[in-house]
């Protein structure tokens, strides 16, 4: 992705209403406001029971902040399933009560309204004309075109919604938003579509779209999350962009640590998650200066190194990279590993206290140390385990993978499907490194129940929920527990000090975490 234009309006958060009564409808629009919307769009299409002779100037003379009228038919994705006449009445209606936006749609009506002029150029009232999209394979050619087709129709605002199925194609959105010289609002809908939305302000896009708290919509944040995690207000056209690569992504706590972290120090950047399908297309569009640095999850820390024009020693010997800067002088991407220390001093610092001093050699030299999965996060528990002298033990699903993982810490691999009959030394710790146990699916252990007395200590990679199902059964065999959020947070720590360059707030972070986690 090329370089970026300026940033030319202000970002409005709105807030999309689908309530289905004219009551509810009221309350949500000051539910709205208080969770930090600035305009709400009104789907008048969803309400079961609606009179507009008598709903729509209620609705409209109680409204606590600016609306958007949207009366959307079946046929463009809505409820409405009535008379186009009346559904054009409403909408005049609405517009000669002052409602302060008219969403008009582009295949249905936008041009006969204009030509026939049934809605006045006199008023108050801004119109938006919308177009959706069922994909974004279009040339940037087509869509620029597109946005000057609607243009003409005499539309205040264009309104562009699309389908995508990867991420590497919202670059054609962030191209038309930087570089349009109308006001425009556009974004991809669902997970993979999530970036666009968190992204308008950066490029441009005159609104962007969160859900009110108890009413989850797929793809689209929270007014809570834009506005506290995320800090919509700071991000602007010079704002540096960092990320989550995973598949799934959804889990990831790390913009609620790294985007407050970032306005603590006054670092102009946003952190958002990225699903990405394919790591070799998802590199090579986004290689603007703009996405400045990457954290990596499951399950790409192993094959993300191919990516990477130059690894650190650390992460090349543990073969798995977490974290990933663009070097500014020549745009290079760095691969850097801080799961490996952040997991193993977690669990010397649970261990090896006493009376307040830490205890040397490691607290787990010579101990047995039983890794369950040997992809990226057991690559950096197995090396770190061998850095301190511990004997490594290693499980997978895939025995070549143990095996492999094994011979490089000259440690003993083996199968998966022994591990529920396992008989652990007494004194061994235990880390698991699946995601057995995230959410939703958190009743799930690796190991069976009865060998956690055995363990000195149990730590676990998972770090939603916060105390997993095996900590918590690990803590009642009398187990030292250490969390995942623990590893997390440490983690993170390394991951700022390199997105930044600059040493991160370490109290601050721990702070959030102990808050948020």
Known sequence: ?????????????????????????????????????????????????????????????????????VYRPKSEGGEYEGDENTRVEVLRSAKELGADYIDIELKVVAFDIMEEQKFSRSGRSKIIVSCFLDTLTSAKEDLSQLVAHIQSTGADIIKLVSNTSSITELTRIFHLLSHSQVPLIAYSTGERGLISQLLGPKFGSLFVYGSLAGYPVLGLPTLDSLRQAYGVEHIDADTKIFGLISKPVSHSKGPILHNPTFRHVGYNGVYVPMLVDDLNDFFTVYSSPDFAGYSVGIPYKEAVIGCCDEVHPLAQSIGAVNTIVRRSSDGKLIGYNTDCEASITAIEEALGCVNGEASFPSPIS????????????????????????????????????AKSLAQAVCGEARPYEDLPNFQPEKGAILANATPLGMHPRTDRIPVAQGTLKDYRLVFDAVYTPRKTTLLRDAENAGALIVSGVEMFLRQAIGQFNLFTGSKAPEDFMRAIVMEKF
């Open 366 to 401: 010579g101990k047995q140390f039983v890794v369950v999965g040997a992809g990226g996060a057991g690559r950096a528990l197995a090396f770190g385990a061998k850095t301190r002298g511990a004997r490594v033990t290693i499980f997978d699903i895939d025995f070549d993978r």
């Open 1 to 69: 992705m090329g370089s970026l234009g300026v940033l030319k309006y202000t970002t409005t958060v709105c807030a999309p209403l689908m309530s289905s009564s004219v009551e509810e409808m009221v309350s949500d629009m000051f539910k709205a406001k208080a969770q930090g919307a600035d305009v709400v769009e009104l789907r008048l299409d969803c309400l079961k029971v609606f009179d507009f002779r008598r709903d729509l100037r209620l609705i409209l003379s109680n409204r606590p902040l600016p609306v958007i009228v």
